[in-house]
């Protein structure tokens, strides 16, 4: 937790001369957590990233005056966010902000799960149950975007959901700080979470926040009779992963798509394409599957047999009952982002297509749940988004022939003493041999 109030902590040092700052406040402007600091040499004036969500990880000093940011090397996006925020402070307006109360306020304690990216905001919402076990004695506060709201877990004293478009969740509102401040003046000793931007696995039961339970390894046995696939569609970041051009023929296909004279296949719907082959392969298979797309867009027809559970406008109701469908899932697969975050919480196994600038991100859109290593890497399979067809299907046909044995061998060895399980080891090499 970080006190609040009169002033938070703070350890950093003037950019300029390097004396160390003097925090006199605070301000929670949206979704950064700052503390209101000065120098006592120069006077100069900052704002400094709080160690709450990635101001855990790559925190920003912002000179109040001039609106430049420091440290941005270290994560500049981050620092963008947060310079494009301020220099447009004065354009601000309170957003509409809905208060939902449970118990009396004594001594709160601040989530700020406010963010500009879905999966970041998912995130911190989830670090919320540690601080509800770890805390019992703080009456938490969960400080959510609206479209949010529906995965805050009983137990909290207040919900306050700020109706701000997920496209706009960086921004810097004065108000909205001035607002927060109020409530929080109250008291003498309110705090703020760290909400860290990474929960452990066994921070989080994600049935507390969807009020769905995961997919039930009993399951695992119909896998090879009644499988149930999940595509996770998005159009921005589609399968098979596009062959970058260079810059001038972008240019040049980006003018001729304008005009009709397209010369590069639509994204979209090429990965059409492929889901219908995938389909269609994997029904040669399994003759029984249930083989299903979920995500934002328009429902359309398809040529192989696919449920299309897409809707154009997602509601808590439309996601839970997708949270439902991956819950029911063996295997889900999408293409990697904050999309994957949910399905892979509830899904028996999940193919996480990556992208090639993304691996320096590998498993952060994924939820683990299994306090043993080996069932997580089995179960969870990161795979380049240029992977044929004929592969996906090779792979998800094996995690449908062979999970359900691989539990029960990993489960009965993690069952045994330590002293007996080089025994069955030595005999399960016998056997192979």
């Not at 929670?28 to 990880?57: F, H, K, Q, T, W």
């Not at 889901?275 to 299903?292: G, S, Y």
């Amino acid at each position: 937790m970080i006190r609040l109030t009169p002033s938070p902590p703070l350890d950093a040092a003037c950019p300029h001369d390097g004396s160390g700052l003097h925090a006199h406040g605070w301000a929670i402007p949206g979704m950064r957590c700052l503390a209101e600091a000065s120098c006592p040499e120069c006077n100069r004036r900052y704002y400094v990233d709080l160690p709450a969500g990635n101001g855990l990880l790559t925190p920003m000093t912002l000179d109040a005056d001039t609106g430049e940011v420091f440290n941005a090397d270290t994560a500049p996006w981050f620092a963008t966010w947060l310079a494009d925020s301020y220099s447009q402070h004065h354009l601000d307006t309170l957003p509409s902000i809905k208060v939902e109360k449970f118990r009396t306020l004594q001594r709160p304690l601040l989530v700020n799960a406010l963010d500009r990216l879905y999966g970041h905001g998912l995130l911190k919402l989830l670090s919320l149950q540690r601080d509800l076990e770890q805390h019992p004695d703080h009456d938490i506060i969960a400080l959510v975007p609206s479209y949010l709201r529906w995965m805050v877990p009983p137990g909290v004293a207040e919900i306050w959901s700020v109706d701000w478009p997920q496209a706009t969740g960086s921004r810097w509102s004065a108000k909205l700080d001035h607002w927060v401040h109020d409530k929080l003046s109250l008291f003498d000793d309110a705090k703020l979470s760290h909400a860290t931007p990474h929960p452990a696995p066994r921070d989080v039961t994600i049935e507390r926040f969807t009020s769905v339970a995961p997919f039930p390894q009993s399951n695992w046995q119909h896998a090879s009779t009644k499988p149930i696939i999940t595509f996770i569609w998005r159009d921005d970041r589609t399968w098979p992963e596009p062959i970058p051009a260079g810059r001038r023929r972008a240019k040049v296909n980006t003018w001729l798509n304008r005009i009709g004279l397209a010369t590069t296949p639509d994204p979209r719907m090429t990965q059409k394409q492929h889901i219908e082959a995938l389909a269609a392969q994997l029904t040669k298979r399994f003759p029984a599957l249930d083989f299903a797309i979920v995500g934002p867009g328009e429902p359309e027809s398809w040529n192989a047999r696919i449920n299309d559970l897409r809707e154009p406008r997602i509601t808590p109701a439309i996601e839970r009952q997708w949270c439902q469908r991956y819950a029911s899932s063996h295997v889900v697969i999408g293409v990697h982002g904050s999309n994957m975050l949910l399905p892979s919480a509830h899904a028996g196994a999940v193919i996480d297509l990556m992208p090639r600038t993304r691996w320096q991100n590998l498993g952060q859109d994924l939820l683990l749940r299994d306090d043993d290593p080996r069932r997580e890497l089995y179960r969870c399979r990161a795979i380049p988004a240029s992977v044929t067809v004929s592969e996906i299907v090779r792979i998800t046909a094996d995690l449908l022939h062979h999970t359900r044995d691989h539990l029960v061998q990993t489960h009965r060895e993690s069952d045994l003493s330590q002293d007996q399980r080089p025994i069955i080891r030595h005999h399960q090499e016998a056997a192979a041999a």
